[in-house]
């Protein structure tokens, strides 16, 4: 028992972390979360990973929480570059951890919020992310044009077999990749391989709901943004737009829009269809993580299921699922993730 003079440690709060596809709820359950921690004493903040959330400005496009939310709970990483600027992973990955650790010493649970699997997973697993060098890359890929990717992917596999045997060996660009780092690092590529293995203690929530039901919702959140002047902010915006914040979904669309190449009908049409193929996609990345505690997005009691979720990872209940979620997916999944 710690004298009169010693103070107990703090013990850092779970991270929470909600997941899932566009348009599923995240940021409203994250609220309900934050308010409901409040509610019993715990202080909460919203952590943003959605990397073209934090372009300013880019607000309507990317469903970016309102004010009146941000003024509910705090927020973070929210508008914190310029469009003309660039946002990586690596970078996202640098900010997403100090934010998180400066809030849990302070004894603030996180609630990381929002983004495509690898941003959510940049900041709470065990990934690191090698620079690059376009003149090694440029040699590589020259050899695997004049020798065959298969002599490439032959060299991989001597000098680092774990790699080789996550891969596809018909995957000349993961394979130039590989030994790219390779030799940049002195190190097998495989070390930087992304881990299922959480470097900040956390427990992941994902909304999942019908299709038909997760479609509806894409549509109006389509219409709405329409209407609430996505237009205006893209045609605002466009001077601005560096290359990067240019490929968020729905601002090439309407940049077409304003230069005429098409109506608008067909504009919201194929903003809507991009953003369902989009949610494909996240929902096929989030379904490979076995620590995923999957929710019904339509249930009444969501919010209630969400922290019953939490208070029994807060107990450990999880942590065995989560010390064996990498062999999991290695054994189970194979090919490189």
Known sequence: ?????????????????????????????????????????????????????????????????????????????????????????????????????????????????????????AAIDDISFPGTDPQVRARLEERARTEGAGALFAELAQRDPEAAARMDPHNPRRTVRALEVIELTGRPYSASLPRYRYVIPSVQIGLDLPREDLDARIDGRTRRMFDEGFIDEVERLRPHLGMTAARALGYQQVIDYLDGLRDLDETMADVAQKTRRLARKQMGWFGRDPRIHWLQALNPRLVDNAMAVIDVADQGGYDHIDMHADEYVQHHLGALH
């Open 1 to 121: 028992m710690p004298s009169a003079t010693e103070s107990t440690p703090l013990v850092a709060p779970r991270l929470v972390s909600i997941v899932g596809p566009t348009a599923s709820g995240k940021t409203g359950l994250g609220i309900a979360i934050a308010r409901r921690l409040a509610e019993r004493g715990e202080r909460a903040h919203i952590v943003n990973a959605d990397a073209y959330q934090m372009y300013r400005g880019m607000d309507i496009g990317t469903a970016k929480a309102s004010d009146e939310e941000q003024a509910a709970v705090p927020h973070h990483l929210l508008d914190v570059i310029d469009p003309s600027d660039t946002m990586t992973v690596a970078r996202f990955q640098q900010m997403a951890r100090h934010v998180i650790s400066e809030l849990q010493s302070q004894g603030i649970r996180p609630i990381l919020v929002g983004g495509s699997g690898l941003y959510a997973r």
